[in-house]
C-alpha cells in the first residue's frame, strides 16, 4: 500500500520559515519523483516544487524561487520543503505526491500518480 504522509505545516509570520516533510512507503523511492503542490479554496492545486534526486533534479514554480528549497532523503524515504521568507500569499493545503521518474519532474497534478492528505500552511501578515 502506497502511503504518503506530510507533516510540519502551521502557522508562521509573514518572514518566518516552516520545514515540511513527506514521508512515503510501498513504493521504490528512488525511482519515483516526489513534489510539493499547494491548493486553496476554490482553485487548482499548483505546482511548488519538485526533485528527481538526480544532480540538478529540482524544479521550482517561479513564486518560490529562491525561498523555497527541495531535498530528499532516499536512506530516510522522505522529500523536505524548507520555506523561508513565507509571504501571506505562500498560505495553502500543501501536498505531495509521487510520480515514476522522468528525465525532469512533472509539473501538472494531473501527472501525479499518489497523494498525500495535505498540510495546512498559514502566514499572517
Known amino acids: 500500500q502506497v502511503q504518503l504522509v506530510e507533516s510540519g505545516g502551521g502557522l508562521a509570520q509573514t518572514g518566518g520559515s516552516l520545514r515540511l516533510a513527506c514521508a512515503v512507503s510501498?513504493?521504490?523511492?528512488?525511482?519515483?519523483?516526489v513534489g510539493w503542490f499547494r491548493q486553496t479554496p476554490k482553485k487548482a492545486r499548483d505546482f511548488v516544487a519538485a526533485?528527481?534526486?538526480?544532480?540538478?533534479?529540482?524544479s521550482y514554480a517561479d513564486s518560490v524561487k529562491g525561498r523555497f528549497t527541495i531535498s530528499r532523503d532516499n536512506a530516510a524515504k522522505t522529500v523536505y520543503l524548507q520555506m523561508n521568507s513565507l509571504k501571506p500569499e505562500d498560505t495553502a493545503v500543501y501536498y505531495c505526491?509521487?510520480?515514476?521518474?522522468?528525465?525532469?519532474?512533472?509539473?501538472?497534478?494531473?501527472?501525479?500518480?499518489?497523494w498525500g492528505q495535505g498540510t495546512q500552511v498559514t502566514v499572517s501578515s
Open positions: 505526491g509521487s510520480h515514476k521518474w522522468a528525465y525532469r519532474p512533472r509539473t501538472e497534478a494531473r501527472s501525479y500518480d499518489y
Open positions: 510501498g513504493l521504490p523511492f528512488e525511482t519515483y519523483i
Open positions: 526533485a528527481s534526486g538526480s544532480v540538478g533534479g529540482e
